[in-house]
């Protein structure tokens, strides 16, 4: 506790106050103390929030392939898909799908998730995908942070959302009330640069995986 | 009540319910209570969160106080607030990530909440724990309860809901905008002249009976 250069007794007292280990000992005994909480608080939550973050992936996959018997995570690497994790390139941009399955074996389509900006941020979202006839299955948003009340309708407005089932990609957002054929997306009024991120991020995605997903379905038995 | 009397426990407790609230009086922590009272959930989380970080601070700094260099206690204190928020952030997110990612930044936020460093540096840097958790649990309640206030009313009329419920009739056209930034600070501003006005009127009503008395003594 005492500090340095407080040997012999000074006839000047030196100014009063605590010595630079007082203070570092201060300082490094609470980081300590803290990294401790921190540490036992990280370890004790992690098995529920990875728990939390998988369950949300799997309701949603379940939800856009119209309830799997079950589903395979694939990866994708380079120009295939690929059953294990690669173990080079960024784990961070490794893209993953989903390809689910009926009880018989026979193969519903892919679970994509794709992201672009949107108004106000990123809207991550995931949608249903068979290659075989480029049909989108369904959509669900996973992220967004558009204007409340406005722009999350393109998650709350169930018949926005109703709009991407069974419909043919590439997709096209129209007027409410216009869309005649199956790649047509009646987009909500007020909601536009919302509602076409979805329809973007959608194209984008099949556009650069759809090739992709294809290859791989006529790779597979059916 | 008069400034000569030393406080008592009980006045640690209640004196932040009402009479020095930290939204209502102080006007502190503002930046969550205008942000994330746009549904009553969010201000349970944030509440809740909030309260929990005030108590482990507040604690952690009334124990550790006679140890504490005051050169260095603004630092020691940051040090402590921001471990409670990792916790408080860590178990939102695993007890309930919805308002978690409802919350979103604010949630770290917690850390820079005037009223927590306020509370350790005037309260718990200077009275025994028990006293300094008292005061922390008082504020934490003033604080969560003006939060409730907010986020009912803006979530009624903004949403047509409380807690998720619906609580008008298929007809009703929510007023988007009380979600929406601007909501929050008509609530606060309305709220805050609401009380101000009465605030007004008591003391003049107090003031019109302590001249009567003198007259009448006269």
């Given amino acids: 506790m005492t500090g340095p250069a407080q040997g012999a007794p000074a006839a000047p007292t030196p100014p009063s106050g605590p010595t630079a280990g007082k203070l570092i000992q201060t300082l490094g005994g609470l980081g300590a103390v803290a990294g401790l909480i921190i540490v036992v608080a990280y370890t004790a939550t992690l098995p529920r929030i990875e728990a939390n973050k998988a369950r949300v992936l799997a309701a949603a996959v379940d939800e856009v392939l119209g309830a799997p018997a079950r589903y395979d995570t694939l990866y994708v690497t380079g120009d295939s898909l690929a059953r294990t994790r690669p173990t080079d390139g960024d784990p961070a941009s490794l893209e993953t799908v989903y390809l689910g399955y009926r009880a018989d074996s026979s193969i519903i389509g892919f679970a994509v998730t794709g992201a672009d900006p949107g108004f106000s941020d990123v809207v991550r979202l995931i949608f249903g995908y068979d290659p075989r006839e480029s049909r989108v299955l369904a959509m669900k948003v996973l992220e967004e942070k558009e204007t409340p009340g406005l722009g999350d309708k393109i998650e709350k407005d169930t018949l926005f959302v109703a709009e991407f089932r069974n419909a043919i990609a590439p997709l096209r957002g129209v007027k409410r009330g216009k869309g005649n054929d199956s790649t047509e997306i009646d987009m909500i009024t007020g909601v536009t640069i919302s509602s076409r991120t979805v329809i973007r991020v959608i194209n984008q995605t099949l556009e650069r995986l759809g090739p992709v997903l294809a290859a791989h379905l006529q790779g597979a038995p059916q | ?218």
């Fill in chain 2, 1 to 218: 009540m008069s400034p000569a009397k030393p406080s008592t426990a009980t006045d640690d407790f209640v004196r932040c319910l009402w009479k020095e609230n930290p939204t209502l009086v102080q006007l502190l922590g503002l930046c969550p209570t205008l942000a994330v009272t746009n549904s009553v959930a969010n201000c349970l989380g944030m509440g809740s969160a909030t309260m929990f970080v005030l108590v482990g601070s507040s604690f952690l700094v009334s124990v550790v106080r006679k140890w504490v260099p005051n050169e260095v206690r603004i630092s020691a204190f940051i040090l402590i607030i921001a471990t409670f928020v990792t916790v408080a952030d860590l178990a939102l997110a695993a007890v309930a990530p919805g308002i978690h990612k409802a919350l979103g930044a604010f949630v770290a936020l917690i850390v820079v909440n005037c009223i927590i460093l306020g509370r350790a540096e005037a309260f718990a840097s200077r009275n025994p724990v028990g006293r300094s958790v008292l005061d922390a649990i008082g504020n934490g309640i003033g604080f969560t309860w003006m939060m409730l206030v907010m986020g009912s009313i803006r979530e009624v009329l903004g949403n047509g809901t409380w807690l998720g419920f619906r609580i008008f009739g298929e007809n009703f056209e929510p007023w988007v905008i009380m979600i929406l930034p601007p909501g929050g600070f008509l609530t606060l501003g309305s709220i805050l002249l609401v009380v101000g006005a009465w605030k007004h009127r008591q003391s003049e009503r107090l003031r019109t009976r302590d001249l009567a008395l003198a007259q009448e003594a006269a």
